[in-house]
């Protein structure tokens, strides 16, 4: 009896406990499994976030510094860039300082963290891109009413509720996220914190994160890509009217940048989230999500600068001061 008694008096074991309820890191598979490839996939890798980097900071200082980009247009332009920089920065530096290491983990905070980050700059980049279709649109459909319409309040209010919708979005996730069970110290099959390769991993009912994943994330990815097509039916429909000669191609020559890396952006994204159960595997998911957080935010300086007058004379003149200067 004073054994039992004990016993009952005992406060209970927290490692067993601990281990039932979470783990405090988790391994990144990375982009490929075999070791001999991995050093090679490091330099492609680090090379494209450096081209990246420069780039989208090149597009942003040339607006900055050109008074004739301070449009709603280009507004938008250095935003987007500054997205993509934050978008490439939270999942590429992370593998690569696990390359450079060889040590493959990363912390449930920071897990965490960078799932929130991925998520927010991710559909930042969806919001920003039907933005700038609804300028577009706005600028060759309604030009009279253009200056009223996307007056310099009018875009800091548009991009202060892009920014807001995204952080709620991604907050909702990541707070849902922080409430499942993780029993074991499992490996992630991918090469950052994505939603889908993390709830794989949980002990836990992830059905009301499936369910908003299904819901919240449909939503967020679909809704602005409708504003996009609905926005260039009727720039397409303007353009037809048009009876100037020439006329039509020099309005639509102002979307081809943007018509560029929307089809990039929304094609690889739809092929990783909405790909087939049937036809999808780990993969292909992998290298959907490497072309939209690398490839993707490192083309789009290419696109805007080289199908752009304006940026091309802006950074000329932002390059030709530098190299004067030192």
């Known amino acids: 009896m004073v054994n039992l008694a004990f016993r009952l008096l005992q406060p209970p074991d927290t490692t067993v406990m601990e281990n039932q309820s979470s783990v405090s890191e988790f391994f990144l598979r990375g982009i490929s499994d075999l070791p001999e490839q991995q050093h090679l996939l490091y330099g492609i890798f680090l090379c494209m976030y450096l081209v990246t980097l420069t780039g989208n ?3 942003i200082l040339a607006i900055a510094s ?3 980009l301070h449009t709603p247009m280009y507004f938008f332009l250095a935003n987007l860039s500054l997205v993509d920089v934050g978008l490439t920065s939270c999942t590429v530096t992370k593998m ?5 290491t060889r040590h493959p983990t990363i912390s449930y905070t920071g897990c965490l963290t960078q799932m929130y980050f991925f998520l927010m700059f991710g559909d930042l980049d969806s919001f ?3 933005v700038m279709a609804y300028d577009r649109y706005v600028a060759i459909c309604r030009p009279l009413l253009y200056s009223t319409v996307m007056s310099p309040q009018a875009c800091v209010l548009l991009l202060a509720l892009c920014w807001l919708l995204t952080n709620l979005v991604a907050l909702t996730h990541t707070l849902l996220m ?3 069970s993780f ?3 499992g490996e992630i099959a991918h090469f950052f914190c994505d939603i889908t390769p993390v709830l794989k991993l949980s002990c836990s009912s992830t059905r009301v994160n499936e369910l908003t994943v299904f819901v919240l994330g449909g939503t967020v990815l679909v809704v602005p890509f409708l504003c996009i097509v609905i926005s260039y039916i009727h720039i397409v429909s303007a353009i037809l009217r048009v009876r100037t000669p020439g ?3 020099k309005a639509f020559s102002t979307c081809g940048s943007h018509l560029c890396v929307v089809c990039v952006f929304y094609g690889t994204l739809f092929s990783a989230y909405l790909c087939p159960p049937s036809v999808a595997s780990e993969e292909k998911s992998i290298a959907a999500a490497a072309v939209y957080t690398v490839v993707t ?3 789009n300086p290419f696109i805007y600068s080289l199908r752009n007058k304006d940026m091309k004379g802006a950074l000329k003149r932002l390059l030709g001061h530098r190299s004067f200067s030192f």
Request: charged share 10%; with cysteine.
């Open 57 to 59: 900071v090149l597009i």
């Open 66 to 68: 050109d008074p004739h």
């Open 96 to 100: 690569l300082v696990n390359v450079q």
């Open 128 to 130: 920003l891109l039907a």
């Open 178 to 180: 922080a409430r499942l």
């Open 183 to 185: 029993c074991v110290v």
């Open 247 to 249: 006329g039509g191609g």
């Open 297 to 299: 935010p490192m083309l």
